[in-house]
Structure formats: C-alpha cells, structure tokens
C-alpha cells in the first residue's frame, strides 16, 4: 500500500483534528474524543474519563503548538487514515495507576499510542509507521525506542499501544513484563519492549 507519513506539526494541525472527527464520525468510535491526550495529563484514569472532547481538542492544538503532543500521520493519498503518538519519553505523564513506567537517565523515545482507521487495518500501517519512527530517531540522540504493548488485550480499541508481534516483527526485544491494575480495578499484563540503537 501508498502510504505517506508527516510528522505532526502546526502546518497538518487540521489533519489531525480530521483525522479524530473520522474516527468518530466513520469508525463510529468513542476513541475520537481523546485526541491522544490520555497520557499528557495528571488525572487518574476516573478523572480521565469526565473531560469532555473539546477540552481534550483544544489542549492537543496547543500541545501540538508547543511540542509537547508529537507523532506521526500516515495518509492515502491526502486522507489522514491512521496515527502513532510518539514523544521524548520525559513529554509524557506515566502517572496512571495502571502504568508505571520505569525511569532511567537514558535518551528515550516513548511510542505511546496507535489508530489505525478500521478501512485500512491488515494493511501493515502499523509495521510501516514503525519502521519509519525507527529510522528518524536514528540520529544518535537517543539510546531507545519503548514501547508498551498489552498481552492480554484482543480488541483493537483496548490494545491501542500497539501489537507485541509488530515490535518483535520490527526489531524490538521484550525488557520486562509488566503486571498491574488501574483504579477502575481492571487488569492490565503488558510488556515494556525497547529497540536499542547500537
């Protein structure tokens, strides 16, 4: 498949803001509404849940703006049909109960979040955006790319940090697995999976 990748920035800031209409508007998908901000703020997940879209709409353009909210858009043709979130690992807020990430003093690149629009899945975006985040951070800045895909998440929506077999696909090896549960009482397993820069 054709696919072109832009890196978020202020001039595709519409892009953006489409593409989560899309989700909501054909996906028929609740998923729109967070505007990718779920882990750029400092509510728990049950505070989370009562900000409304706009508040989350306006916090990513100004997010955007400041550099604080980055990643990756894939297009057909001049549609945005599927994003990545990905950030310095310090722009991110790991403070949900259900996520405690581990801290270190190294350079790292957090791939945070995937949505792939339901017309374009099975299609290998998602191999394909992450093959393209590896290859821009490769600039001998950062010492790894984390990532924190889900083990015991099915559904599309739920597994939104990505599939395990697409890191392990693409270069990445599992560096601890993770167990915990968030403050609505649900059960999380997930693996912190990096790919090193040599």
């Not at 306006?58 to 550099?67: F, L």
Request: aromatic residues 16%; contains cysteine; hydrophobic residues 30%.
């Amino acid at each position: 498949m054709n696919t072109n990748i832009k890196r978020l920035n202020t001039e595709i800031i519409d892009d953006y803001l489409i593409f989560f209409e899309n989700i909501i508007k054909i996906d028929k998908s609740e998923c729109g509404n967070c505007h990718c901000m779920f882990f750029h703020t400092d509510e728990k997940a049950k505070e989370w849940i009562n900000r409304t879209k706009e508040k989350n709409k306006n916090d990513a353009v100004e997010y955007i703006k400041s550099g604080k909210l980055s990643g990756f858009l894939a297009y057909a043709g001049n549609n945005p049909i599927a994003w990545c979130n990905v950030n310095e690992r310090n722009n991110f807020k790991f403070n949900k109960s259900r996520f405690h990430i581990l801290h270190d003093d190294n350079n790292a690149i957090s791939v945070v979040c995937f949505y792939i629009m339901q017309e374009y899945r099975g299609k290998g975006i998602t191999n394909i955006l992450l093959k393209h985040i590896i290859n821009y951070y490769d600039n001998g800045k950062y010492d790894y790319l984390e990532a924190y895909p889900s083990t015991n998440k099915i559904k599309s929506n739920e597994n939104y940090h990505g599939p395990l077999s697409s890191f392990i696909k693409n270069g990445f090896s599992i560096f601890k697995e993770m167990e915990e549960t968030d403050d609505f009482g649900d059960h999380e397993t997930y693996n912190i999976v990096r790919y090193y820069y040599l």
